[in-house]
């Protein structure tokens, strides 16, 4: 079997030598670099693939991190971007941060170590990355749904803000004025765009907002929502007959709130939700939402990204944002008097 020992004495370099130009973990002359890839090649030592993406600087390999990989948001919108990647004859490695900012710097390093061509990513709220480190090794990064103010990059997101507004502004339309918000309190710029959304309509049609309902549930899963809306209606006396909640999946946590106090939706509450998962036309009742145009995301972030590999305009700075889409189902009705 070849080893690296023998790519080095064959080359005529180090065995570190030639462990950066495989793991892109220093730099390397051109001279150097071919020499290696050539004894490389020779040998049969390292997959063609690589091998060809060593000598073009190409791997046609992109990653992607993820703050939630089991969130079916953006489980589907990983598998539209692969598709896509695929159909242009890219692989794409996918990497969980969980929302730590240290997990995120790893995915990274680890990336940057398989010679990725460029990253997609739903940011951290205190994201570290150093884009212009990355800018100088030619790879692009793109920002998806989310965006860090102090970070110049491409950004591909929804416009949170009048997505939530126009939910919010629709149970107004159907007569309610206590209206709870259920947020998940993470501090990234898609949590806080979407409360605005809320709290803008709210202020724009004159009503007052108790700051009991404006509840922060403290995390992302169906319990965090559903334990948070069940405090309130257990301990305050005003009930609300709305809630608009940051996305799908504080809304179906909320819906279990609901049942749980025998309460009817939309009888007694109503509840709109925001993403449009695949699953809110299964629920009893099928959940009303903000619909966020996945495909036309994933085309967008998919479109700039290889513009921006093949032609290498990475100074070119691009942020589009996605109209909302307001969907009505059976968890929404006039308010019941």
Not at 87 to 116: A, P
Request: aromatic share 6%; with cysteine; charged share 25%.
């Amino acid at each position: 079997m070849v080893t690296i020992k023998d790519i080095a004495r064959k080359a005529k370099v180090s065995t570190s030598t030639v462990s950066h130009v495989i793991n892109g973990t220093h730099y390397v002359s051109e001279g150097l670099m071919n020499r290696i890839i050539e004894a490389m090649e020779e040998e049969n030592y390292h997959p063609n693939l690589i091998v060809r993406g060593l000598r073009s600087k190409r791997t046609n390999t992109v990653g992607l991190i993820l703050p939630e990989i089991s969130d079916l948001f953006l489980s589907e919108l990983a598998r539209l971007i692969e598709t896509l990647l695929a159909n242009e004859g890219y692989q794409m490695i996918i990497s969980n941060s969980e929302d730590d900012i240290n997990k995120e710097l790893e995915s990274v390093r680890t990336l940057y170590k398989k010679m990725i061509d460029g990253i997609l990513i739903l940011p951290t709220t205190c994201c570290k990355i150093n884009i212009e480190e990355l800018k100088e090794q030619n790879i692009p990064v793109i920002f998806i749904d989310r965006e860090i103010s102090y970070i110049n990059t491409d950004v591909v997101k929804i416009d949170n803000v009048k997505g939530c507004y126009k939910a919010t502004e629709y149970l107004i339309g159907l007569g309610h004025h206590d209206i709870c918000y259920i947020g998940k309190n993470l501090g990234t710029s898609t949590s806080i765009e979407r409360e605005n959304g809320f709290k803008k309509a709210i202020n724009d049609y004159g009503l007052s907002m108790r700051k009991e309902f404006l509840i922060k549930a403290g995390g992302t899963t169906y319990e965090n929502s559903r334990k948070a809306l069940a405090d309130l209606l257990n301990n305050y006396k005003y009930l609300p007959t709305a809630v608009v909640t940051e996305d799908d999946k504080m809304a179906i946590g909320a819906i279990r709130a609901i049942n749980d106090f025998k309460l009817k939706i939309p009888d007694d509450i109503s509840i709109i939700g925001f993403d449009d998962n695949m699953i809110d036309e299964f629920l009893v009742p099928r959940l009303s939402t903000v619909k966020c145009p996945m495909a036309g995301m994933a085309e967008t972030v998919v479109k700039i990204l290889i513009d921006k590999i093949k032609n290498n305009n990475l100074d070119n700075i691009k942020k589009v944002i996605l109209e909302p889409v307001l969907v009505i189902r059976e968890s929404t009705g006039k308010l019941v008097k």
